[in-house]
């Protein structure tokens, strides 16, 4: 599987963007979940949002992110979107989108969000939000 992000950029606080993860590759009907993570300079790699392909479409969200973005996934395109509205300065980082494999039945928000669990990465699309 191949991932590729794209969409980032400058915002203005209070200003939205919608990023793109776009999957190809042989094995892509094997992916059980898609997330997204971001990593600002001198931090860990946060989850934010997914969406759990083998539990109908279900979605989970960080704290940090629940009720501005939302997750969104087109089967026919392999693409995943994340919606991002009201953006705040804090939001800036490094936005990558992950693969997950296998059967994921019953898994909480906590497993889904941790980087630990995804397989394949996208090189990253930068989000810069001003105040």
């Known amino acids: 599987v191949q991932l590729v992000e794209s969409g980032g950029g400058l915002a203005q606080a209070g200003g939205s963007l919608r990023l793109s993860c776009l999957g190809s590759?042989?094995?892509?009907?094997?992916?059980?979940?898609v997330a997204w993570f971001r990593q600002a300079p001198g931090k860990a790699r946060e989850g934010i949002a997914a969406?759990?392909?083998?539990?109908?479409?279900?979605?989970y969200y960080s704290d940090t992110v629940k009720g501005r973005f939302t997750i969104s996934n087109d089967d026919a395109q392999n693409t995943v979107f994340l919606e991002m509205n009201t953006l705040k300065p804090d939001d800036t980082g490094v936005y990558f989108c992950?693969?997950?494999?296998?059967?994921?039945?019953?898994?909480?928000?906590?497993?889904?969000?941790?980087?630990?669990?995804?397989?394949?990465w996208g090189q990253g699309t930068q989000v810069t939000v001003s105040s």
């Open positions: 992950g693969a997950m494999f296998g059967i994921n039945i019953g898994v909480g928000r906590q497993a889904m969000l941790h980087p630990g669990r995804y397989a394949r």
């Open positions: 590759g042989s094995d892509f009907d094997d992916v059980g979940a």
């Open positions: 969406v759990n392909m083998n539990e109908g479409g279900r979605k």
